[in-house]
């Protein structure tokens, strides 16, 4: 019997406001649109939520903990970076994506044209396989600070497992060679 949980689950949540002369960022994916989301970084709000459900996952506290907006190397940055040292901080706990499912709350612009590249560019980021990944839309009907777009919200929920939970899975019985 081991001592931890076979699956991790995590949760993040995060909201950025609307802004004119921004690029809209989403999934790592630039989407054309007539505002983009403001930010310290690239304010990309579903990669945010991403990161913040698997830091979660694995204890690791949150997104601001690591990357704060107070330091000026993360100005600008791509939240791809983001993810990807958030990849490596769950490596070093020997923990891999099992699953995440990631909701977009936007009433503008339309976000399914885009999905299927924001699933391929952030499973590759993960190095996960893009099935792994994810990811809905969907508007409030008007309503709130979403639906007067003046932000986009995105949720993230991910399941994490041991490398060791892996190793002695049947899934990878057979590769011993
Ligand atoms: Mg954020």
């Known amino acids: 019997m081991k001592n931890h949980p ?10 950025h406001r609307l802004v004119k002369g921004r690029p809209l960022i989403l999934g790592g994916v630039e989407i054309p649109h007539t505002h983009g989301l403001l930010g310290h970084s690239d304010a990309d709000v579903l990669t945010h939520a991403l990161c ?31 993810l990807k040292k958030t990849r490596m901080l769950l490596k070093n706990k020997k923990l891999t994506l099992g699953n995440a499912d990631l909701t977009l709350v936007a ?5 399914a044209p885009h999905i299927q590249i924001m699933r391929d560019t952030l499973a590759s980021v993960l190095k996960s396989p ?12 008007g309503l709130g600070p979403a639906g007067r777009e003046e932000g986009i919200a995105a949720y993230a929920v991910v399941t994490l497992y041991t490398s060791e939970d892996l190793q002695d899975g049947p899934s990878l019985s057979g590769k011993s060679r």
């Open 6 to 15: 076979a699956v991790l689950i995590g949760f993040g949540y995060d909201v």
């Open 52 to 82: 913040d459900a698997l830091l979660g996952a694995a204890s690791l506290g949150d997104i601001g903990t690591h990357f704060p907006d107070s330091d000026p190397a993360y100005r600008g940055i791509s939240s791809l970076v983001l």
């Open 107 to 111: 009433q503008q612009p339309k976000i």
């Open 130 to 141: 893009v099935d792994a990944i994810n990811i809905k839309a969907t508007t409030t009907e």
